[in-house]
């Protein structure tokens, strides 16, 4: 059920309105979009050397383990050098997820969306990092566009006819658990030094943040790195920075005790930002990678 | 539709002409289980009035609300995708009366 969309259904938006949406997206990002490809560029490729390895006849240092062999083999044996190998390009499969749920449309966050996903796909298309992906969620989460097909103008229109934002119901845990599976399955097609990315995009309203953080976690153990991008589109005022969460806790005696607590502290991943305006999101999307990336250095 | 964990955004206004019953109309994520009483006590809550609540009534779109979020929502075609404004204003109802929703 988490496959690609039936080519056979009808997508809720036609072909010319989606391919005009694609247009007004794609101007409106045209500026921003190289400044993300350099941006990114820098955080995903690595750039120190790596370690020096061996075994070569001319190199940088003595492989010390291969001295005495070398002597006893009448100096036959004379792959004795370490050299320091230019590092490999990292191959990454990077998964955009998009909210279609109706709450996009009323916070006001569709035309945010839709830039969002223009300026992403486009940044990350130039820059030939491997294999790029966009599922869309709310109720269900459906791939609309996966990772083995190339991304062009006209798929960009494809995947903006799937996107209504009317779905009825905003179910995150699902998107994850889903996105590992999809994840796993990808995995198989890809090499050993495969690194798996999600980029969510979405208003940030969603239920019951126990369960989606221990879905998190499990991501996050399968070498799946998650980076939630809050779309925030409406004035300061109704920002969901200073959104309340309600909720009931029991006290000492069993009673249900109210409690308001700021949305945000309990957001259930780690590395996210808030975007208020298209502008701002290469520098925000840049700044949540290398965090995640620093993070991951150090661990 | 909705679960018992189903939440809704919504934001709370008051004609009311007293400052002091004013809270800040910031959103709030709450339970689609709430009725009367519940919204009440967050009204309440946010007012610093925990220890001495005053009873409030709800209004969605000039509706009293007598039924739990829930049921308003089913009612009128809407799902907890839905930002919800409710207007609140002192209780006229008798005591006995509004502990009943
Ligand atoms: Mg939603």
Redesign the interface.
């Known amino acids: 059920e988490s496959g690609l969309v039936e080519d056979a259904v009808a997508a809720p938006r036609a072909i010319e309105e989606a391919r005009e949406l694609w247009r007004a997206s794609d101007l409106a990002t045209l500026e921003l979009t190289a400044g993300l490809c350099e941006q990114l560029r820098l955080i995903l490729e690595p750039t120190l050397a790596t370690k020096l390895k061996g075994d070569y006849k001319t190199g940088k240092r003595l492989n010390m383990k291969r001295i005495i062999p070398y002597i006893a083999s009448e100096f036959r044996k004379d792959k004795i050098w370490l050299r320091r190998t230019k590092p490999s390009k990292r191959q990454y499969q990077i998964m955009i997820a998009v909210d279609d ?3 996009m449309a ?2 006001h966050s569709v035309e945010l969306a839709f830039q969002s996903i223009a300026l992403v796909s486009k940044a990350l298309t130039q820059l030939e990092s491997g294999g790029l992906s966009i599922v869309k969620f709310g109720e269900t989460t459906q791939v609309v566009h996966p990772f083995d097909r190339p991304f062009t103008s006209e798929t960009g229109a494809r995947v903006f006819q799937w996107f209504d934002f009317l ?4 179910d995150v845990q699902r998107l994850v658990s889903q996105s590992i599976g999809l994840f796993e399955t990808a995995r198989a097609t890809g090499d050993a030094d495969l690194w798996q990315l999600q980029i969510i995009v979405s208003d940030g ?1 969603c ?2 943040h126990a369960t989606i953080q221990r879905l998190v976690r499990r991501a996050r153990e399968d070498k799946i790195m998650l980076v939630f991008v809050v779309i925030n589109g409406v004035n300061s ?2 920002s ?1 920075l ?5 909720s ?1 806790v029991p006290d000492a005696a069993g009673n249900m005790v ?1 409690k ?1 607590d700021k ?1 945000l502290d309990s957001f259930p991943f780690e590395f996210y930002v808030v975007v208020h305006d298209i502008n701002e999101l290469p520098e925000m999307l840049a700044l949540i990678l290398r965090q995640y990336f620093t993070e991951l250095a150090s661990a | ?1 909705a679960t018992d ?3 809704i ?1 919504i ?1 709370f206004f008051t004609r009311d002409e007293d400052q002091e019953v004013h809270v800040n ?7 689609v289980s709430l009725k009367r009483y519940g919204l009440s ?2 009204v309440n ?2 007012l610093g009035n925990d220890e001495k609540p005053v009873p409030f009534d709800f209004l969605i779109d000039g509706t009293l609300l007598r039924t739990p979020i829930e049921e308003y929502l089913v009612k009128n075609g809407l ?5 919800l404004t409710l207007e609140y204003t002192r209780s006229v109802l008798p005591p006995s009366f509004l502990a009943s929703y």
């Open positions: 749920s109706k709450s009323e916070s779905q009825t119901r905003t309203v239920e019951d005022s109704e969901i200073d959104m309340s969460q309600v009931y109210l308001v949305y | 539709m964990k189903s939440q955004k934001k109309e910031a959103p709030l994520y709450v339970p006590e967050i809550h946010l799902s907890s995708e839905a930002f």
